[in-house]
């Protein structure tokens, strides 16, 4: 069995950080994909930022320039830096990742969720 477990999220004054962090379990060959996802109530779920396993990255425009995704290989973890925090951040924030296991199985896995909330 994969998993993914999140851990980082709180309450934040806005203009303050948050770095999430999600460490992948189980027997694991490797990882291709990863990405943050966020669900802020009522609305739909969202890729925040992604990166490939050759470390290319993408961003959702409205996180650009405040966050940054970033992976340890050797850790199985993939984190999310998040600088000058705002209110429209406050959501549910999601890992998701493309896991390999030894038998050389894909599985596309998500974290259970951590809360991020951003008060103005």
């Known amino acids: 069995q994969v998993r993914l477990v999140e851990s980082g999220g709180g309450l934040v004054q806005a203009g303050g950080s948050l770095r999430l962090s999600c460490a992948a379990s189980g027997i694991i060959f490797s990882i291709n994909g990863m990405g943050w996802y966020r669900q802020a109530p009522g609305k739909q779920r969202e890729l925040v930022a992604g990166i490939t396993n050759g470390s290319s990255t993408n961003y959702a425009d409205s996180v650009k320039g405040r966050f940054t995704i970033s992976r340890d290989n050797a850790k199985l973890t993939v984190y999310l830096q998040m600088n000058d925090l705002k209110p429209e951040d406050t959501a549910v924030y999601y890992c998701?990742?493309?896991?390999?296991?030894?038998?050389?199985?894909?599985?596309?896995?998500w974290g259970q969720g951590t809360q991020v909330t951003v008060s103005s």
């Open positions: 998701n990742a493309v896991l390999v296991t030894t038998l050389r199985r894909e599985y596309n896995v």
